[in-house]
């Protein structure tokens, strides 16, 4: 079993849609969890950061992290075609080694 | 401020052969971390090296060995190479290693292994 699993979509929403990416993983000693985007060719760019459960809000991206069910999430409100791209969520513990979800690919179209 | 850079861009090889990557970390950033991101997968934790040492490995064979450099740069050097070690090779540097700290990622070395 992989530590974080993530579905490879894709995922394809209308321009406006609310978009809905998610992991679960295994580890119960991650603390820190992470989402990721990744354009085509380029290395990946933290969006979001949590540290244990809970949620957080930046502008029209909100991440949810419930470590009772081992699940996170992360919403896209008002998605535009300039969010297509690869979502990756990662994780970590202590050590600052980070797990890697598969990655969605997501295209929003105008 | 300088960013994480990575090179060469792009680079191919034949099976059997050897290969250096090289990775240049953040201004101020002394731990450096390498991923290998095979196509349609997400980043695997390679290495990381904190202050020159190794601090973590994942679960790579020992032909994937790297150095880190006074000045933080680094470099991961593949023998032997397999088809299967065609991918994206990322550097990530991040200013300290215990607990959790943004990693800041490089665009990334492109390997083909033929």
């Known amino acids: 079993q992989k530590e974080v699993e993530q579905d490879p979509g894709p995922l394809s929403v209308p321009e406006g849609a609310i978009v809905s990416l998610n992991c679960t993983y295994s580890n119960s000693a991650f603390q820190y969890f992470m989402w990721y985007r990744q354009y085509s060719r380029k290395g990946p760019e933290l969006l979001m950061y949590?540290?244990?459960?809970g949620n957080k809000e930046d502008g029209r991206f909100t991440a949810q992290v419930d470590k009772s069910s081992k699940y996170i999430s992360l919403f896209i409100r008002d998605s535009q075609p300039s969010d297509s791209a690869t979502y990756l969520c990662?994780?970590?513990?202590?050590?600052?080694?980070?797990?890697f979800g598969t990655g969605t690919s997501l295209t929003v179209i105008p | 401020e300088t960013g994480v850079t990575q090179s060469p861009t792009h680079l191919i090889k034949t099976r059997g052969q050897q290969v250096t990557l090289r990775c240049s970390s953040q201004s101020g950033h002394n731990t450096v971390s390498w991923y290998q991101q095979a196509l349609g997968q997400g980043p695997q934790f390679i290495f990381q090296y904190y202050r020159e040492e190794e601090n973590g490995r994942g679960n790579f064979p020992p032909r994937f060995s790297g150095l880190q450099f006074p000045n933080y740069s680094s470099e991961l050097n593949v023998n032997a190479l397999e088809l299967d070690d065609s991918a994206l090779y990322l550097c990530?540097?991040?200013?300290?290693?215990?607990?959790?700290?943004?990693?800041?990622f490089g665009p990334g070395t492109r390997l083909t292994v033929l």
């Open positions: 990530a540097s991040s200013p300290v290693v215990w607990g959790y700290n943004e990693q800041f």
């Open positions: 990662a994780m970590s513990g202590a050590g600052n080694q980070f797990y």
């Open positions: 949590t540290y244990s459960s």
